[in-house]
């Protein structure tokens, strides 16, 4: 997978493809829960599988964190390390940008996968869009 920080219009709109395609549509998360107003401040994230846009993402800073958000991957490329690959290329940008720490809010079904990655969970179980969630964060 080639991956990529969103440096046009079609990657963005790449990005926002992906996204609707797993929340909106697989998860049923309300579109315009998904596509908020948090975009414009955000570094988004694309990843290309033979020119299909197949994995995305976006990162905020905030609070001192690098805040790693709406990480998905296309149902039909899961089991491909591509939502691992995502998370470190994110990480390592963040890095980049003189970031120590990240934090992101998990879907309790991904919690074990994050852990896997190396993150903590901070938080008790709360709901967000319909989909239990906690808080996890890692040094990085």
Not at 9 to 25: G, M, N
Not at 85 to 91: G, K, N, S, T, Y
Not at 95 to 113: P, V
Request: glycine share 6%; charged share 35%; hydrophobic share 40%.
């Amino acid at each position: 997978m080639e991956l990529k920080i969103v440096n046009t219009e079609k990657e963005l709109q790449d990005a926002y493809k992906v996204r609707f395609t797993v929340f909106v549509e697989e998860q049923g998360v309300p579109e315009d829960l998904e596509i908020d107003e948090l975009e414009q401040e955000a570094l988004h994230f694309i990843g290309y599988e033979e020119e299909e846009p197949v994995a995305a993402s976006r990162m905020r800073f905030v609070d001192g964190y690098a805040k790693m958000e709406r990480i998905c991957v296309l149902q039909s490329q899961r089991g491909k390390g591509f939502g691992r690959d995502i998370l470190l290329f994110m990480e390592r940008i963040a890095k980049e940008k003189d970031m120590d720490k990240s934090k992101l809010n998990a879907q309790t079904r991904a919690e074990a996968f994050y852990q896997s990655l190396g993150y903590e969970t901070i938080s008790g179980e709360f709901m967000d869009a319909g989909i239990p969630h906690v808080t996890m964060t890692k040094s990085i």
